[in-house]
């Protein structure tokens, strides 16, 4: 059984940083690629950022400078680094995984990021 377990959200100020974690309960070379996604109240879930099992990135255009994804493959943990953060960060954030071999996307729980003003 797959399981992707987020943690590192909480309440920051505008300006400010967190880091997400993403561990994964199974050697992440099984993903192909991995990313971190986010929902908003009222909004659809959006692609935040991704990396290949190669390490190739891919990131939306509103948080391109800001964050950040890596991973550590000893730990099978994927991270998010949000530096400069935004109230328009304010959400819900998600970690996602597609399976090498059954291109089967896993999905956590998610964590809150709130950023106030």
């Known amino acids: 059984q797959v399981q992707l377990v987020e943690s590192g959200g909480g309440l920051v100020q505008a300006g400010g940083s967190l880091r997400l974690s993403c561990a994964a309960s199974?050697?992440?070379?099984?993903?192909?690629?991995m990313g971190w996604y986010r929902q908003a109240p009222g909004k659809q879930r959006d692609l935040v950022a991704t990396?290949?099992?190669?390490?190739?990135?891919n990131y939306a255009d509103s948080v391109k400078g800001r964050f950040t994804i890596s991973r550590d493959n000893a730990k099978n943990t994927l991270y998010l680094q949000m530096n400069s953060l935004k109230p328009e960060d304010t959400a819900v954030y998600y970690c996602?995984?597609?399976?090498?071999?059954?291109?089967?996307?896993?999905w956590g729980q998610g964590t809150q990021v709130t950023v106030s003003s």
């Open positions: 199974i050697n992440i070379f099984s993903f192909n690629l």
């Open positions: 990396q290949t099992r190669g390490g190739g990135t």
């Open positions: 996602e995984a597609t399976s090498s071999l059954s291109s089967r996307d896993y």
